[in-house]
């Protein structure tokens, strides 16, 4: 057997007895027909193949492990002279030309868009990029506000956007992310009301187009995600008990609200 962590390596599930997949916070669920099986976070290795998993789970006659916990940005398709790869320097101001840290891009006005002075702001849009999201809803957020600048190149202004980024620079490094790894490391990554409050920012900024609503989160859209785990808990135990498709038949019909409700 195999014990694959963060990843979903399907095309393995054809030629091993059976597949395990670690997802932190997860239900352990089985896929018995495949030997697809998936855990939450491995907590200790033992010398005899067992693991230990999150929730006190223990699987034993574990062969190999592959560790696949994380992932560097790759952009082949852009020339040096567009993106730099390598370190970024120190930026008491911005540097002259975006670059590709690995980690992150820097800088990006909105985390979209290239604050750079070889080609225009609004050339390229780099979307979907931030981590600890609610990923569809934001990218939709964010594709609003890059129809809204490709529409309106001068509705971005370089000078408040360049104070966010350095401000959001020294924010980070104050709370400790000051080697240049560690603030590339924490740059996308959001936390607490961070993800809410850019998706306003971005619905506030695209709707002063006149083309679409100034959106907010709604409060039980916040609440749902702070108990994500635990709402994933409950529906994975439904399943089991075969009483899943009766809680949400025609649930909907009537507006989003009634599944809130």
């Not at 998993?53 to 567009?82: K, L, R, S, W, Y």
């Not at 956007?161 to 980070?172: G, K, N, Q």
């Not at 959106?215 to 009483?243: F, H, M, Q």
């Amino acid at each position: 057997m195999a014990l694959v962590a963060q990843i979903s390596l399907l095309r393995c599930a054809t030629t091993l007895r059976s597949l395990f997949t670690s997802v932190s916070g997860s239900c352990p669920q089985d896929d018995d027909d495949q030997g697809f099986k998936i855990r939450g976070r491995p907590l200790r290795f033992y010398e005899d193949g067992r693991v230990l998993f999150e929730q006190g789970v223990i699987e034993d006659n574990i062969d190999h492990c592959i560790f696949a916990t994380g992932f560097q940005m790759h952009f082949p398709f852009f020339h040096d002279d567009i993106i730099r790869t390598g370190e970024v320097p120190l930026h008491p101001t911005l540097p002259s030309d975006l670059y590709n840290s690995r980690h992150h891009l820097f800088p990006l006005a909105k985390f979209l868009f290239p604050l750079q002075s070889r080609y225009p702001v609004t050339s390229v849009a780099f979307m979907s990029l931030l981590i600890k999201v609610v990923p569809f809803p934001l990218a939709e957020a964010q594709a609003r506000a890059v129809v809204r600048a490709f529409a309106d190149p001068a509705s971005l202004d370089p000078k408040q956007e360049t104070d966010s980024v350095l401000s959001r620079s020294h924010a980070l490094v104050a709370a400790g992310a000051s080697p240049p790894l560690e603030l590339a490391r924490a740059w996308f990554r959001f936390i607490g009301t961070e993800q809410w409050d850019y998706r306003d920012e971005l619905f506030a900024y695209a709707a002063e187009s006149g083309d679409c609503p100034a959106t907010k989160v709604s409060d039980w859209e916040k609440e749902i995600y702070a108990n994500k785990n635990l709402l994933r808990a409950a529906w994975v135990d439904l399943e089991k008990r075969g009483e899943s498709q009766k809680w949400v038949d025609g649930v909907g019909e009537k507006g989003v609200q009634e599944w809130v409700e």
